[in-house]
């Protein structure tokens, strides 16, 4: 009995295949179709919100036999991937059903259009399967549509010189900087003074633009920019601001920004020689100290000196002067006057400075 429809079936379909197109179109035997929600896709392939595109999409065994139905798909280029929630189903004549269809892209790439296809196919038909041929009998149905990469902006604000700028009163700032251009499209990316008022109140000009633009291709930074400040001609007290930077693409407003501040600072105008114990670090301590001590070595040293010169010199004039006294003694009482060998006896104790030595003299 089986093998009696199995021969029904196939002899059927050998009619079919012989069959006027009028004719099939009255009576399909084995038929599918396939629908989609969308047919472009467009991802946003931001680093930071790149996420796969969802599509419900349906099949449908338009025959009048049961099927058996692959899906398959095809996407031009390397960086769109598309997969399916289900690979094959098993329909009853007039039965559908749903499966998922994503879309995914590599992050950061350049904004680009490729082709896709999805397609189902009937491999088999009735209860006893019978394979049909590829292509045959309008047993495949397709879907033909592009998925985008969406265009987006980025970008990333470097300061050359981050640190703190110590600078004079008149003297010039200069702020250094290059923007990096991390989107995936060529954008026109502004750096801005964000506290234009605040810098102007406390006394400085711009010698420059307050803003600095530039055209730059992904992947790559701008030629280095640079916004220059001249403080303030006098200044009673020190002076201190923060140059707040922030930049833009001018192409995509909603883009987040890239910030940078950096402080400077103007020396009062009568600081010149004016030692700021509070900027010292330890070794700046140190180093004054070992200098001080020094300096109090080398005088006390020459004190020293000089209170043993003079009393060498009192000791070397008291001897002479007894000298003398001797030899007028020995004339007047007609001795005779032997010469002595003058013992000038220099008295190394030290200790006979603490009654001269005053730091006074210091």
């Not at 269809?101 to 999805?118: K, L, Q």
């Amino acid at each position: 009995m089986e093998s009696l429809k199995r021969v029904i079936l196939i002899s059927l379909l050998t009619i079919c295949l012989f069959a006027p197109m009028s004719s099939q179109a009255q009576a399909t035997l084995i038929g599918v179709e396939l629908d989609c929600d969308q047919s472009t896709i467009n991802i946003n392939v931001h680093p930071e919100q790149n996420e796969p595109v969802i599509v419900s999409c349906t099949v449908t065994n338009t025959g009048s036999f049961k099927e058996n139905i692959d899906l398959d798909s095809e996407v031009d280029g390397n960086e769109f991937s598309l997969s399916f929630s289900e690979s094959s189903f098993e329909l009853d004549a007039g039965d559908d059903a749903n499966f998922i269809a994503t879309f995914s892209a590599s992050p950061r790439i350049e904004v680009t259009t490729e082709d896709y296809n999805i397609s189902a196919t009937v491999i088999s038909f009735g209860v006893e399967p019978i394979f049909v041929p590829l292509g045959q009998l309008g047993s495949t149905a397709e879907i033909n549509g592009e998925v985008n990469s969406l265009a987006y902006s980025r970008v990333d604000l470097e300061v050359s010189n981050p640190a703190t700028r110590n600078i004079e009163v008149g003297e010039e700032a200069t702020i250094q900087f290059t923007m990096f251009n991390d989107g995936n499209r060529v954008d026109n990316l502004e750096v801005i003074v964000v506290n234009i008022d605040e810098i102007e109140d406390a006394g400085f000009e711009f010698a420059t633009d307050p803003f600095v633009r530039a055209t730059v291709n992904p992947g790559a930074s701008s030629n280095q920019g640079a916004i220059i400040l001249i403080a303030p001609d006098s200044a009673s007290d020190e002076i201190t601001i923060q140059v707040q930077l922030r930049a833009v693409s001018t192409l995509d407003t909603s883009a987040t920004p890239s910030e940078a501040s950096i402080r400077i600072v103007v020396a009062s105008s009568g600081s010149d020689s004016a030692i700021d114990f509070n900027s010292m670090d330890s070794d700046s301590y140190a180093m004054i100290g070992m200098v001080a001590g020094g300096v109090i070595g080398v005088i006390l040293l020459l004190v020293v000196i000089s209170r043993l010169t003079k009393k060498a010199g009192k000791q070397k004039t008291a001897v002479k002067q007894a000298h003398k006294a001797k030899k007028a003694n020995k004339k007047s009482n007609d001795e005779p006057i032997i010469e002595e060998e003058d013992d000038l006896d220099f008295d190394d104790d030290f200790g006979d400075l603490d009654d001269d030595f005053d730091f006074d003299d210091l």
